[in-house]
Nanobody, 130 residues
Framework: QVQLVESGGGLVQAGDSLRLSCAASGPTFTLGYLAMAWFRQAPGKEREFVTAINWSRGNVDYGSSVQDRFTISRDNTENTVYLQMDNLGPEDTGVYYC?????????????????????WGQGTQVTVSS
């Protein structure tokens, strides 16, 4: 059974930085060419795509609202995905979820739709005060 555990959320002020972590584990879980992604859900809003990375290839994709402020990366030895968030604003407040894709991606494209992700973490709260 796949487990994704997020950590690193908290309360920060506008302009601050924060780094989230997502540790992946499971007895038969192989990251391979899966896409690992971060989504977020603000209060009263639908969950939205933030960013994704191909575990093996390393290519990335970012949502327009976080482009140039957020950076996704992975540590192959630790089976961990990171989300570095800089210049945070109140609009970044929400629960951040880590997800692993249902299928492997061998090309340059990466999924953004929730239905393409089969495994989800429990989420970590990020609150940015103005």
């Amino acid at each position: 059974q796949v487990q994704l555990v997020e950590s690193g959320g908290g309360l920060v002020q506008a302009g601050d930085s924060l780094r989230l972590s997502c540790a992946a584990s499971g007895p038969t879980f192989t990251l391979g060419y899966l896409a690992m992604a971060w989504f977020r859900q603000a209060p009263g809003k639908e969950r939205e795509f933030v960013t994704a990375i191909n575990w093996s290839r390393g290519n990335v994709d970012y949502g327009s609202s976080v482009q140039d402020r957020f950076t996704i990366s992975r540590d192959n030895t630790e089976n961990t995905v990171y989300l570095q968030m800089d210049n945070l604003g109140p609009e970044d407040t929400g629960v951040y979820y880590c997800a692993a894709s249902r299928a492997m991606y061998f090309g340059t494209s990466l999924p953004r739709a929730e239905r393409e992700f089969a495994h989800w973490g429990q989420g970590t709260q990020v609150t940015v005060s103005s």
